[in-house]
């Protein structure tokens, strides 16, 4: 049995990793078969992790991540945790090949998911004009006409990225105030291809086999219209990636999985989570990598107390995660 498995390998994970790599841990991390790496792999320039005053793309920072993870002992494996089973002092993770790992301790980074605005056409169309990736897909858009849905940071990003590639970027907000940071709103409002579209919801999206249009519904008088267009890239938010852990671990009222204080303490011993999945606002990079150290250093506390009492007989639920004086960390 291993001692530490890491679910997730965004920087939540595989910080974790890290840490629990340096204390000897030997982890494995489920890294999933498809995401590999989490969503940073789907952004280009990183200009606000610490350490790259010239900026980092995603995947090369999330390159580095792992390499630094694996030069410690970390074990990568690129298959999906499909099912876990966290009761009791033996963990067990149900791998997408089938093969079941079990482990002392569960660091759960699962990140979160883009979220869907919920309507028919917006499925359908998915990868035939409707998108939730700009650096991914914008570049098909040349000289086309689209729609960024969405008023936060994310929908500015995206924007303001697509203006690259689109003759023109309708900002599509429900509401007449952008939730977004000021500079990123600036960035906007400064940018002559983008036109906002106050106060209106995507009620649908137009089109056979690729998009021509949406419709819009008035959130003031409720009145609608159509826009033609040719690409709709949503970027409405994301949700905490929760749904192996529904019934397992206790989630707050905002959908992420509860942890004990600033710890990263689940409501099951010797589970702990980090990053997006446990963090309905900052949602950073850089915070998630602070949240996969606090997890990894959970971890090491609770081995080393469950190790001290003695593996086999213990009953893990006794033992609570970190001591009452925790041992500084080595740096
Ligand atoms: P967000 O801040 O939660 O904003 C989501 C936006 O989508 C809000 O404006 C919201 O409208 C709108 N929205 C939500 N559900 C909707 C629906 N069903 N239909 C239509 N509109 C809907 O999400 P985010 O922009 O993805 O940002 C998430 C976090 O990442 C934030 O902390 C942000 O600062 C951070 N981030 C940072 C950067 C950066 O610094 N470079 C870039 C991207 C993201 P309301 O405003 O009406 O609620």
């Not at 033996?90 to 090949?97: A, P």
């Amino acid at each position: 049995m291993r001692q530490l498995i890491i679910i997730g390998s965004g920087p939540a994970g595989l910080t974790a990793a890290i840490y629990a790599a340096r204390a000897n841990l030997n982890p494995l991390v489920v890294a999933s078969s498809v995401d590999v790496g989490g969503e940073l792999m789907n952004t280009t320039e990183v200009e606000n992790f610490p350490g790259f005053p010239e900026g980092i793309q995603g995947p090369d920072l999330m390159a580095k991540l792992q390499a630094q993870a694996e030069r410690f002992g970390a074990e990568i494996r690129y298959d999906d945790a499909v099912e876990l089973e966290l009761d009791g002092p033996v963990k067990r993770v149900v791998l997408g090949t089938g093969n079941v790992e079990e482990a002392s301790a569960i660091v759960f980074a699962t990140g979160s998911a883009y979220r869907k605005i919920g309507i028919e056409g917006e499925q359908r169309l998915s990868g035939h004009g409707v998108s939730w990736c700009a650096t991914c897909d914008g570049f098909f858009f040349r000289e086309q006409e689209i729609a960024v849905v969405g008023g936060g940071d994310s929908a500015m990003e995206e924007a303001t990225f697509l203006t690259r590639f689109a003759s023109k970027v309708y900002l599509i907000h429900r509401r007449d105030e952008l939730r977004a940071s000021k500079i990123m709103q600036e960035r906007a409002f400064n940018d002559p291809k983008i036109e906002f579209v106050w106060n209106s919801e995507v009620v649908d999206i137009l089109g056979e086999s690729a998009v021509t249009g949406v419709v819009l519904k008035s959130t003031v008088d409720g009145s609608m219209r159509e826009l033609p267009l040719q690409g709709v890239f949503v970027a409405i938010g994301n949700d905490p990636r929760t749904h192996l852990v529904h019934g397992k671990l206790e989630l707050t009222a905002e959908g992420t999985v509860w942890v004990d204080g600033r710890s990263s303490r689940t409501s099951v011993p010797g589970v702990f989570a980090a990053g997006d999945v446990i963090d309905p606002t900052y949602r950073q990079a850089a915070t998630a990598a602070g949240s996969g150290t606090v997890a990894a250093l959970d971890a090491e506390h609770y081995l080393a107390a469950l190790g001290e009492a003695g593996a086999p007989q213990v009953d893990a639920d006794e033992i609570s995660g970190r001591p009452e004086v925790a041992p500084s960390p080595a740096a």
